[in-house]
């Protein structure tokens, strides 16, 4: 028995340690994860019953007032969508003259959340498609809202998704106000889970209430896609740094039907590669 | 044959079904679509625990090893992580196994208590060094309801074995 701990404890141990550095327990992993991916799709089924009975039996009176709200809400989206199609061509046409490189359109799949993932250290969700539907590690991904995480693992039936508030998520932000670029960082707490921006100098031009949006500096994120608005600056004496909380702009704790978009460039494999190549580089000169 | 003085009779064998459909329905338990709630109990630690205790032939290191990898790939963490602590959880029992059964069900599960807590604290530990945030107290119920479960789950899954050997007609049960 206790010679079979010891191997038991040196394999998971073994494990660990593969998870992140070799391909076999990338292939162990999605073996299982394929292997409970329909259960889990039948856990899901539940839920998304209750919803569409909930639904179902709710009251006219709200439904009145949610489609009143929804016609308003409508009415200005096609006000400024009219001005985004100016203003589109204007931009074309404007990015001709300048000879720059014009935007390319993103393309995206719709996808459906499975579950959130219950372990209380992270703040993941798992969706319903994978490598079969190409979905490409690092893709963003977004809701209705915004920006809500990145894919981090590729199963062949499903992937999960890193949430903004996921430990130490980054993503890299613009404050459309300033213009000033920062990296946002996830942190999963007790009762309530942060987002901050780290490292903007303490005497830097930033304000409750600003909106955040992404940067596309990262090659992963498209630019101009709603992410989060400052919640809160603390300046403080003792710090070069000031503390700035955010809201994300998604409702991050109840997510159910997500936007998964293609990386900008697809060059993240490649960006790794180069990576690895390079510490080996370093390791290299070491000798 | 002594008897343990908590059993008052001789089991009948388990069946097969039973035990690893139990096995599965707590990994169904460990997988329903709830979020990250810190004080649920770990259904599959729980069930890993008493099939060790009560069949040590059939439930051992190795059953825990594959239903922590399965468990780890399900709360997308590191592969390994719930395998190793269900290792050691079950380890502790087996050795443990021939004084707890001695006990009444409420004694067992003060006893197993401080097992069932240091696996948490054993996940809680390795995810801290993953530089991870602390989920907060609630995570002190999660052993606690655990504990408190046992003696239901003993009396519901050893239900089956306490049946007559020979089916009488004119037994209610």
Redesign the interface.
């Known amino acids: 028995m206790l010679s079979q701990f010891v191997f038991f404890t040196c394999l998971s141990l073994f494990l660990m340690f593969a998870d992140t550095r070799f391909e076999i327990a990338k292939t162990l992993r999605s073996s299982i994860a394929t292997v409970l991916a329909p259960v889990n799709r039948v856990l899901s089924m539940p839920g998304s019953f209750v919803n569409n009975a909930a639904i179902y039996f709710e009251s006219q009176a709200t439904l009145k007032e949610s489609e009143q709200a929804l016609k308003q809400k409508l009415l200005l989206q096609s006000q400024r969508a009219s001005q985004v199609e100016v203003l589109g061509s204007e931009n074309a046409h404007l990015r001709k003259l300048l000879k720059l490189q014009s935007n390319l359109a993103t393309p995206s799949q719709a996808a459906q959340v499975l579950y959130a993932v219950s372990d209380p250290y992270s703040r993941k969700v798992v969706i319903d498609k994978g490598s079969n539907s190409n979905i490409a590690l690092g893709s963003p991904v977004m809701d209705a809202e915004g920006i809500i995480g990145q894919v981090v693992r590729v199963y062949p039936l499903s992937s999960e998704v890193a949430l903004l508030i996921d430990n130490e998520q980054a993503t890299p932000v613009l404050n459309v106000r300033t213009g000033i670029r920062s990296v946002m960082y996830g942190r999963p707490g007790a009762n309530t889970d942060t987002l901050e921006l780290r490292f903007v100098s303490g005497t830097a031009d930033v304000q409750a209430g600003d909106e955040l949006t992404t940067s596309g500096m990262d090659g992963v994120y498209p630019a101009g896609l709603a992410v989060a608005k400052i919640d809160k600056v603390e300046r403080r004496t003792d710090s070069a740094f000031a503390k700035i909380t955010c809201q994300a702009k998604a409702n991050l704790g109840n997510v159910k039907h997500v936007m998964v978009l293609q990386p900008t460039t697809s060059i993240i494999p490649n960006i790794m590669h180069d990576a690895s190549q390079g510490a080996d580089g370093k390791k290299g000169t070491k000798k | 044959m002594i008897m343990p003085r908590g059993q008052e009779q001789l089991l009948l064998p388990v069946s097969g079904w039973f035990l690893w459909g139990s096995l599965l329905t707590a990994l169904?338990l460990?997988?329903?679509?709830?979020?990250?709630?810190?004080w649920?109990p770990d259904w599959v630690a729980l069930f890993l625990a008493f099939w060790a205790m009560h069949q040590p032939q059939k439930v051992?290191?190795?059953v825990?090893?594959i239903f922590?990898?399965?468990v780890d790939?399900?709360?997308?963490?590191?592969?390994?992580?719930h395998?190793?602590v269900y290792?050691?959880l079950v380890?502790a029992v087996?050795l443990l196994r021939r004084r707890l059964v001695w006990y009444s069900l409420v004694s067992q599960a003060t006893q197993l208590l401080p097992l069932f807590a240091l696996a948490h604290v054993f996940l809680?530990l390795m995810?801290l060094l993953g530089?991870?945030?602390?989920?907060?107290?609630t995570?002190i119920l999660a052993p606690l309801l655990e504990a408190v479960v046992w003696p239901i789950i003993s009396i519901l899954l050893l239900a089956p074995q306490r049946r007559t050997p020979e089916r009488d007609v004119t037994r209610p049960l």
């Open positions: 169904v460990n997988m329903l679509p709830v979020g990250p709630v810190a649920l051992g290191l190795g825990a090893m922590g990898l399965l790939v399900q709360q997308a963490t590191l592969l390994g992580q395998a190793l290792c050691c380890l087996l809680m995810q530089d991870a945030t602390f989920p907060g107290y995570l």
